[in-house]
């Protein structure tokens, strides 16, 4: 497993955010040589599909890894830092890419006893380009030649498990995450005749806490929503009132119907509290991803195969979904399948170590080898169960 390590620290030393990852893409590639794989790039972005086919037929498995950064500028400390300015595997990405290479060697080695095809997909574009859609798009789920009859991904987490525990829950592990803005227009004046303006300032005031409470008051504590405002924007001067101001914020759900609920909600309180007031509001709503929801049998099983093969003690169910999104919730929309998460904070790091998406995120790549183990058993199985 070294050169998996190595590949994993290449990869974190030169990231690349987005859709289009050239240098991260040709590095898989060049790691996956020499194997029985069909390997097709794709269009849209830089992905990787590669299709093993067993020795005999059988079901298709989709194995799942994202690969893109984050921009961000490290502050880990880690002798294999990120050289590009503004840009880090602060999400483990780096970690997943290397982890299915590992599977896909794992699993051509023992090709000969494989019943079936496995499909393995590298993807870009996670982190908010909605890759995953892309990648449908090009066929990801025909690539075998029929749909697969499971799917399995996993991702590293810093302090939401314990160091080299694995944990998924059946149903909703991930929310649906929802990127809005609602523009308040008014009419702008002086900030001493205010009687003479329309002031947006104190209605978009007005908005937040209404949205707030509408959020804490409106959904209950086994399908919970969150929304939180990120930014408010309006007016350059201080005794200017200005003609507009602009606030940006997500929601996150864990049901299509919250997730429903909480669209309508926001607009209508929106366009409520602004004409209240005599002023207007306009709210752009991006849906964003799906929630990520698990296949009861598939969680089980992947359970079954973690304690066989790590330990019990390897294992722990997710007690509450994350409100985090992921585009992966696309492909098990339609695919039964369940999303590993594993602690990979440093075992000597701070307590608490500081999170995904954290410029000081580290995460142990001596994990990359218990989760091929897991990802390539998971497969074997459930090929081996038809």
Do not use: K
Not at 57 to 79: H, I, Q, Y
Not at 200 to 207: L, M, S
Not at 330 to 357: K, T
């Amino acid at each position: 497993m070294r050169a998996l390590r190595e590949l994993r620290r290449d990869l974190h030393r030169e990231p690349e955010v987005g859709l289009r990852l050239p240098s991260t893409q040709r590095r898989v590639t060049e790691a996956l040589a020499g194997l029985p794989l069909e390997i097709r790039h794709g269009a849209a972005l830089s992905s990787i599909v590669a299709v093993l086919r067993g020795a005999r037929p059988g079901p298709a498995v989709l194995l799942r890894a994202d690969m893109d950064a984050l921009p961000l500028t490290e502050e880990s400390g880690e002798p294999f830092s990120s050289v590009v300015a503004g840009a880090m595997h602060a999400c483990g990405h780096d970690l997943h890419s290397a982890i299915l290479v590992g599977v896909a060697r794992s699993l051509c080695a023992a090709r000969q006893s494989l019943a079936g095809s496995v499909v393995l997909a590298w993807q870009p574009g996670e982190e908010g380009q909605d890759g995953m859609a892309l990648m449908l798009g090009e066929g990801l789920l025909e690539a075998a030649g029929a749909p697969p009859v499971a799917t399995y991904g996993v991702h590293a987490l810093s302090g939401t498990l314990p160091h080299g525990v694995f944990g998924t829950r059946a149903g909703a592990s991930h929310a649906a995450a929802a990127e809005f803005a609602v523009r308040v227009t008014g009419a702008g004046g002086h900030g001493g005749f205010p009687h003479l303006a329309r002031d947006p300032i104190p209605v978009a005031a007005e908005i937040v806490t209404a949205v707030e409470v509408f959020a804490a008051r409106r959904f209950g504590p086994t399908d919970p929503a969150v929304v939180s405002f990120g930014s408010v924007h309006g007016g350059e001067a201080h005794n200017v009132i200005p003609g507009h101001v602009t606030l940006t914020g997500t929601a996150r759900a864990f049901s299509p119907d919250a997730a429903r609920l909480v669209a309508e909600g926001v607009h209508r309180i929106a366009r409520g509290v602004a004409e209240a007031h005599g002023l207007a509001a306009d709210v752009r709503w991006n849906e964003g991803y799906p929630p990520v929801i698990n296949d009861p049998h598939e969680v089980a099983l992947l359970e079954s195969v973690v304690r066989e093969t790590l330990g019990a003690d390897r294992y722990a169910p997710l007690p509450h979904p994350l409100p985090a999104g992921d585009d992966y919730a696309r492909v098990l929309d339609v695919v039964p399948g369940a999303f590993a998460l594993f602690g990979a904070a440093p075992a000597d790091d701070a307590e608490p170590p500081p999170g995904n998406h954290s410029p000081r995120a580290r995460f142990d790549d001596a994990l990359i080898e218990d989760a091929v183990t897991v990802l390539a058993h998971l497969t074997r199985r459930r090929l081996d169960a038809r």
